[in-house]
T-cell receptor, first 114, second 109 residues
Framework: DAGVTQSPTHLIKTRGQQVTLRCSPI?????VSWYQQVLGQGPQFIFQ???????GRGNFPDRFSARQFPNYSSELNVNALLLGDSALYLC?????????????FGPGTRLLVL | RKEVEQDPGPFNVPEGATVAFNCTYS??????FFWYRQDCRKEPKLLMS???SGNEDGRFTAQLNRASQYISLLIRDSKLSDSATYLC??????????FGAGTRLTVKP
């Protein structure tokens, strides 16, 4: 079975541009979460979506937005890119929205903002 | 203060050594606890969940002390393949998982 997939794998943008990252969860999983991992740090929670609704939001500015589609895939959008947005963006899926539920991570999208 | 704090590392140990990692968390409402492993330039992968009673998986033992808000991971008989960054993870009611910065382990021949 395919795991979590993300696209693109790498991306280079310049300051002020906008970027869209994509994620397909494991088949049957309805929850998708997004994380930002800056070099040398652990992943930081950005958003969680379950059944197409936002169920959680981390401490990120409004430049960050996301959505989930009927097939449970998800997009993360970042507007007005800053140098500090350079990071590995990870998507994780799980089958449920609550309690002890293992999250499975995709390989991530490496974003470099110049 | 960070929500999840880990030993800064790095830990450099010889094969066969026993190594222990510590982690503290600040939110007493945290409900679930995990250790993830992350290899260089790869995604995090679940190593094991952590239960109040303590749990073991082969060479790995995890402990949780809710009163002290402390989590530990013990690796016995270290292998070269154990070299990675170990992330302590704390989860509240939903899937809002808070990661520590990670502790890097290098096991040397």
């Amino acid at each position: 079975d395919a795991g979590v997939t993300q696209s693109p794998t790498h991306l280079i943008k310049t300051r002020g541009q906008q970027v869209t990252l994509r994620c397909s969860p494991i088949s049957g999983h309805k929850s998708v979460s997004w994380y930002q991992q800056v070099l040398g740090q652990g992943p930081q929670f950005i958003f969680q979506y379950y059944e197409k609704e936002e169920r959680g939001r981390g401490n990120f500015p409004d430049r960050f937005s996301a959505r989930q589609f009927p097939n449970y895939s998800s997009e993360l959008n970042v507007n007005a890119l800053l140098l500090g947005d350079s990071a590995l963006y990870l998507c994780a899926s799980s089958s449920r929205d609550y309690r002890v539920e293992t999250q499975y991570f995709g390989p991530g999208t490496r974003l470099l903002v110049l | 203060r960070k929500e999840v704090e880990q030993d800064p590392g790095p830990f450099n140990v010889p094969e066969g050594a026993t190594v222990a990692f510590n982690c503290t968390y600040s939110n007493s409402a945290s409900q679930s606890f995990f250790w993830y492993r992350q290899d260089c330039r790869k995604e995090p992968k679940l190593l094991m969940s952590v239960y109040s009673s303590g749990n073991e998986d082969g060479r790995f033992t995890a402990q949780l002390n809710r009163a002290s808000q402390y989590i530990s991971l013990l690796i016995r008989d270290s292998k070269l393949s154990d070299s990675a960054t170990y992330l302590c993870v704390v989860k509240k009611g939903n899937n809002d998982m808070r990661f520590g910065a990670g502790t890097r382990l290098t096991v040397k021949p």
